[in-house]
């Protein structure tokens, strides 16, 4: 999955997501929209065959490149932790 930034804005990003995997995009916006500084995040595929999937996120305050990076340092740290119980647990 590549990302490509599309237009940045003061409160705004739009990114183009190259090979989006579900598995990680979904979570992602989940994540994105329960965070306190996100007005919106919206997920755009458009044509399977003629366009590419757009990432937009609109914040209140911060940066939305801080508020992403930080959603998805928290995703990386729950999965990791998910993925240590499991290992534990069919041990």
């Known amino acids: ?3 490509r930034l599309l237009e940045r ?3 705004s990003v739009r990114i183009e997501i190259l090979n989006p ?3 990680v995009i979904y979570p992602l916006i989940t994540a994105l929209l329960k ?3 996100v007005a919106d995040a919206r ?3 458009g044509h399977p065959q003629l366009d590419k999937p757009v990432l937009t996120i609109i914040t209140k305050k911060e940066r939305p490149e801080v508020v992403l990076h930080e ?4 995703l990386a740290s729950d999965y990791g932790n998910a993925k240590q119980l499991l290992e534990e647990e069919l041990k």
């Open 9 to 11: 804005q003061k409160n």
């Open 43 to 45: 997920y755009f595929t």
């Open 71 to 74: 959603v998805a340092e928290n």
């Open 21 to 23: 995997d579900d598995s």
């Open 1 to 3: 999955m590549q990302l």
């Open 35 to 37: 965070h306190d500084d």
